[in-house]
């Protein structure tokens, strides 16, 4: 299985600062068609996940352009910046190129 | 708009089973793979299941391989996860999502207590 490997665990942020979360894939998730399905998503307190990036870069439908993904390969960002108390919450980064899909371990982005 | 509701979950005995639904509407059903995550309490996203649209092919998680049936029923629009022998280990909320590669959208999720 692909083990994606999340960090920081915890984040302290400001709010109106910026935010970078690592997710780090023990293999390529590069697809035999070209495309790396590298996603991630944030979940806030009592409700399910919600998709912010999709294939390391493309912002969801409704997602402000305070979040940006980029990466390749193996190796992965998520940068918000102008944080609002609105982005608070657990973010995940998941791999959808091999089956079994898997998630990263979780980063608690908290107020300072 | 997108909407997954799940139902069917609820406590259930260690080796007993429990059937998990999944109403989608807002998009065509039969367009889509659909998809089981979960989510032990306190802990992170684990994926369970896919399937294709067409329900032909179905991938699981090797924990639950032989022991979980993901299906669906295209003419009803509903996705559905078969649980037997059910262990302590699959206590979690179950969320039903749309396949896109990437999950897209979620359902409320529905919560699965095994406990004697």
């Known amino acids: 299985d692909v083990v994606m490997t999340q960090t920081p665990v915890s984040l302290p942020v400001s709010l109106g600062g910026q935010a970078s979360i690592s997710c780090r894939s023990s293999?390529?998730?590069?697809?035999?068609?070209?495309?790396?399905?590298l996603h991630w998503y944030l979940q806030k307190p009592g409700q399910s996940p919600q998709l912010l990036i999709y294939r390391v870069s493309n912002r969801f439908s409704g997602v402000p352009d305070r979040f940006s993904g980029s990466g390749s390969g193996t190796d992965f960002t998520l940068k918000i910046s102008r944080v609002e108390p609105e982005d608070l919450g657990d973010y995940y980064c998941l791999q959808s190129t091999h089956f079994p899909r898997t998630f990263g371990g979780g980063t608690k982005l908290e107020l300072k | 708009e997108v909407q997954l509701v799940e139902s069917g979950g609820g406590l259930v005995q260690p080796g007993r089973s429990l059937k998990l639904s999944c109403a989608a509407s807002?998009?065509?059903?039969?367009?889509?793979?659909m998809a089981w995550v979960r989510q032990a309490p306190t802990k992170g996203l684990e994926w369970v299941a896919s399937?294709?649209?067409?329900?032909?092919?179905?991938y699981y998680r090797d924990s639950v391989k032989g022991r979980f049936t993901i299906s669906r029923d295209n003419a009803k629009s509903t996705l559905y996860l078969q649980m037997d022998s059910l262990r302590s280990e699959d206590t979690a909320t179950y969320y039903c999502t749309r396949d896109r590669g990437s999950l897209d959208y979620w359902g409320q999720g529905v919560m699965v207590t095994v406990s004697s």
């Open positions: 293999q390529s998730l590069v697809h035999s068609n070209g495309n790396t399905y």
């Open positions: 807002g998009f065509t059903f039969s367009n889509y793979y």
């Open positions: 399937i294709t649209n067409s329900g032909g092919s179905t």
